[in-house]
């Protein structure tokens, strides 16, 4: 029973558009999210995070959104670069530290 | 500085071999975790050690799988009499926060097949 779920396996955004990637979890428990970007033969790279006590976190061009009600998560990229194009996994944590992560979002940017 | 590394990057072995993988964490960084990550999937945790201590094993898949910190710095995820569904790229990440979460740093991985 998959705890985090990332329902699209892939999406393509032309350059200088928005990109929503969109993630939705099950355990209210969960009380910390992020979101980790991954490159070919690389280990996953962390990107933003998100508090449970908050509803939005920006860092440049990137925002987070959490909303509890619905347990959903999204992550806004604008405007999109080509560089951005890459598999992107939503990842949650409650009281034990690991992390529980979706199956990942591959996002092709087009130029 | 230098980030989380691990070795061998890749290893293919035969059923029922035994295995090492080596991770180098961040230094400094007092939290280790292991993740297994199959084909398509998100990683999963396996196991998370604080210094030398294993504080969580709940995610090892079977008593074929060992891990060990032994002086809080480099750990080995040790597999034994390897099986055709242990194929997956084995993940190590560490982080510097001890008592909350914190943003897991992640090395590349080793992908082991085994045939």
Same mark, same amino acid.
């Given at each position: 029973?998959?705890?985090?779920?990332?329902?699209?396996?892939?999406?393509?955004?032309?350059?200088?558009?928005?990109?929503?990637?969109?993630?939705? @979890?099950? =355990?209210?428990? $969960?009380?910390?999210?992020?979101? @980790?970007?991954?490159?070919?033969?690389?280990?996953?790279?962390?990107?933003?995070?998100?508090?449970?006590?908050?509803?939005? =976190?920006?860092?440049?061009?990137?925002?987070?959104?959490? =909303?509890?009600?619905?347990?959903?998560?999204?992550?806004?990229?604008?405007?999109?670069?080509?560089?951005?194009?890459?598999?992107? $996994?939503?990842?949650?944590?409650?009281?034990?530290?690991?992390?529980? $992560?979706?199956?990942?979002?591959?996002?092709?940017?087009?130029? | #500085?230098?980030?989380?590394?691990?070795?061998?990057? +890749? /290893?293919?072995? /035969?059923?029922?071999?035994?295995? *090492?993988?080596?991770?180098?964490?961040?230094? #400094?960084?007092?939290?280790?975790?292991?993740?297994?990550?199959?084909?398509?999937?998100?990683?999963?945790?396996?196991? +998370?050690?604080?210094?030398?201590?294993?504080?969580?094993?709940?995610?090892?898949?079977?008593?074929?799988?060992? *891990?060990? &910190?032994?002086?809080?710095?480099?750990?080995?995820?040790?597999?034994? &009499?390897?099986?055709?569904?242990?194929? *997956?790229? +084995?993940?190590?990440?560490?982080?510097?926060?001890?008592? /909350?979460? #914190?943003?897991?740093?992640? #090395?590349?991985?080793?992908?082991?097949?085994?045939?």
């Amino acid at each position: 029973d998959q705890q985090v779920k990332q329902n699209s396996p892939s999406l393509s955004v032309q350059e200088g558009r928005i990109s929503i990637l969109n993630c939705d @979890y099950t =355990n209210s428990m $969960f009380d910390y999210f992020l979101w @980790y970007k991954k490159y070919p033969a690389e280990g996953p790279t962390f990107l933003i995070s998100i508090s449970s006590i908050k509803d939005k =976190n920006e860092d440049g061009r990137f925002t987070v959104f959490l =909303n509890k009600s619905a347990k959903h998560l999204s992550l806004h990229i604008v405007p999109s670069q080509p560089g951005d194009s890459a598999v992107y $996994f939503c990842a949650t944590s409650g009281s034990a530290r690991q992390l529980t $992560f979706g199956s990942g979002t591959q996002l092709t940017v087009l130029p | #500085g230098a980030g989380v590394s691990q070795s061998p990057r +890749y /290893k293919v072995a /035969k059923r029922g071999q035994d295995v *090492a993988l080596r991770c180098d964490p961040i230094s #400094g960084h007092v939290s280790l975790f292991w993740y297994q990550q199959a084909l398509g999937q998100g990683p999963e945790f396996l196991t +998370y050690f604080q210094n030398e201590a294993q504080l969580d094993k709940s995610g090892l898949p079977s008593d074929r799988f060992f *891990a060990e &910190r032994p002086e809080g710095s480099v750990s080995t995820l040790k597999i034994q &009499r390897t099986q055709q569904e242990d194929s *997956a790229v +084995y993940l190590c990440a560490s982080s510097r926060l001890q008592g /909350k979460i #914190g943003e897991q740093y992640f #090395g590349p991985g080793t992908r082991l097949t085994v045939t």
